[in-house]
Nanobody, 126 residues
Framework: QLQLVESGGGLVQPGGSLRLSCAAS????????IGWFRQAPGAEREGVGC????????SYVGSVKGRFTVSRDNAKNMVYLQMNSLRPEDTAIYYC???????????????????WGKGTQVTVSS
């Protein structure tokens, strides 16, 4: 059964850090690029960052560039989102999603991801 399961969300103060994890199962993980998305209350879902299937290419949207880092461990079927210097505007539900793509590239705002996790809440507040 194909699954993506996010974890690691929580409450953090502005300026703090969190690392989100995405555990994948049930598909050929190393054939898929992975994207991280988020959706704040009352807002549309937006892409945050992505990583190629082999982990040798990453891309980020401007609002998180330099603060967020996507990485993956194909041996463990895991993807991570390291979030530093968090701001209140980063508060959202964060999702990981998978797209079959075996090229050294990815797009943070892909619209046609094949598989989605259920999300994990991140709240940045003092």
């Amino acid at each position: 059964q194909l699954q993506l399961v996010e974890s690691g969300g929580g409450l953090v103060q502005p300026g703090g850090s969190l690392r989100l994890s995405c555990a994948a199962s049930g598909f050929a993980f190393d054939h898929y690029a992975i994207g991280w998305f988020r959706q704040a209350p009352g807002a549309e879902r937006e892409g945050v960052g992505c990583i190629s299937n082999s982990g040798d290419y990453t891309s980020y949207v401007g609002s998180v560039k330099g603060r967020f880092t996507v990485s993956r461990d194909n041996a463990k079927n895991m993807v991570y989102l390291q979030m530093n210097s968090l701001r209140p505007e980063d508060t959202a539900i964060y999702y990981c999603a998978a797209k079959p793509f075996r090229i050294k590239a990815c797009v943070p705002n892909w619209e046609d991801m094949d598989y989605w996790g259920k999300g994990t809440q991140v709240t940045v507040s003092s």
